[in-house]
């Protein structure tokens, strides 16, 4: 394979973060945890207190101080057994991390998987920012996460990582030229068959253009779960309690015979892709969250992807590519989907260098090589659970 790396364009590897805590470009209010560190990224983890606030916002000239004391309703800590973060409401959490970046470094962030798969919105802000999830080039200052539960209230705790955030230099985003190259030398994408997917088989304009997956019933005594849609007014999901939640508690199950479904508007739902991705050791990806050419719709919150997802040195690509979870919400208007139908984007973006561990056993990743339609770390994976959850819901389907 081509060598993409680039240490003036790229993403930079954990081992360039690990040395940025070194000298200062990166501190935190408490040790690293071990695990925060990712291939290309580092965890954000919330600091002990927060603020239950008016509305949305960016600092802009006034500053995050101003801001809260115009906007801010009241502050409150977060003790060790957590606090509730109702539904719809929003709050304003500083980071434990702050930065003191190069002039050369700039940082981008977005939600990590779970809290995407748990409908939870989540957005960077910096002391006087004026765009969320972006630390301009040499930024020194803290941080501060702005958190709306959208489908479920949730329980956190100080030292909760909702987000994560990447370092960059220049142009990470490979071109068009370069992104046929790469497809057509390594198996990037892969089809729900298993085939590598070149670059004449694949949509390639402002990045690489994918599809959801809906099959059509297995025929082998139970439908298969294409989906779930998010149930209302259930209990809060505690961040910690990993595999304690039942599904069908949370989770309405979705199930069709390939005809078309129809969303309905404000509604979570999460479905899965319908290509698979394997990522090399000096490739990342980046999502676009929302397209509006594919349908009024947001299909993803947690838009990143570290190096070597769904990849393993010793295996071949159809036994280890791993399929894009979707979060899907429909926006003021009922959307149609089908099987097969384009509906999101991924660029490919280069490293510096390539990292020192990929995503995955050594990074302690929880969806490595997903290739069912998988729900956040917080819900058992038992049979049982599956087993009772009763066909609950018929989307719209048309005759």
Request: glycine content about 8%; hydrophobic content about 35%.
């Amino acid at each position: 394979m081509r060598n993409y790396t680039d240490p003036n364009n790229g993403v930079f590897p954990a081992q360039w973060i690990r040395q940025a805590f070194e000298k200062g470009w990166i501190d935190a209010e408490e040790p690293l945890r071990s695990g925060q560190i990712q291939p290309n990224s580092l965890d954000l983890r919330l600091g002990t207190v927060g603020y239950r606030v008016q509305c949305s916002f960016l600092p802009g000239e006034e500053g995050m101080a101003q801001k809260l004391a115009r906007f801010g309703w009241y502050r409150f800590c977060l003790p060790e057994e957590g606090v509730v973060l109702e539904r719809n409401q929003v709050y304003i959490f500083p980071l434990m991390e702050r930065l003191a970046l190069p002039q050369n470094v700039r940082g981008r962030a977005n939600p990590k998987s779970t809290t995407g798969r748990l409908d939870v919105f989540c957005r960077l802000v910096t002391e006087h920012g004026v765009a969320f999830d972006e630390t301009p080039q040499g930024y020194q200052g803290p941080l501060y996460l702005e958190v709306v539960p959208r489908s479920f209230a949730i329980r956190v705790r100080a030292g909760d990582a909702l987000a994560q955030i990447r370092f960059q230099t220049g142009e990470p985003r490979l071109s068009a030229e370069e992104t046929r190259a790469l497809l057509d030398e390594v198996p990037i994408i892969l089809s729900s068959e298993l085939l590598p997917l070149r670059s004449r088989d694949l949509a390639i304009s402002n990045g690489i253009l994918l599809s959801i997956y809906l099959p059509r019933y297995s025929g082998q005594g139970r439908q298969a779960t294409i989906g779930y849609q998010a149930r209302k007014n259930t209990p809060p999901i505690d961040l910690r309690a990993i595999g304690q939640a039942r599904k069908r508690h949370y989770w309405d199950r979705l199930y069709a015979d390939g005809k078309p479904i129809i969303l309905e508007p404000d509604e979570f739902y999460i479905f899965r892709s319908r290509e698979l991705v394997c990522l090399p050791p000096t490739i990342c990806a980046e999502m676009v969250a929302f397209d509006a050419g594919s349908g009024e719709l947001r299909t993803h919150y947690a838009g990143f992807f570290d190096s070597g997802f769904g990849y393993a040195a010793a295996l071949p690509a159809t036994e280890t590519a791993a399929a894009v979870v979707l979060e899907v919400r429909s926006r003021d208007v009922p959307f149609l989907i089908e099987d097969g139908q384009p509906l999101f984007r991924i660029h490919l973006l280069r490293c510096t260098e390539e990292p020192e561990f990929l995503y995955g056993a050594q990074a302690g990743s929880s969806y490595q090589s997903q290739r069912d339609v998988r729900l956040s770390k917080q819900f058992t994976g038992a049979q049982e659970d599956e087993d009772d959850d009763k066909p609950q819901q018929r989307l719209n389907l048309l005759s």
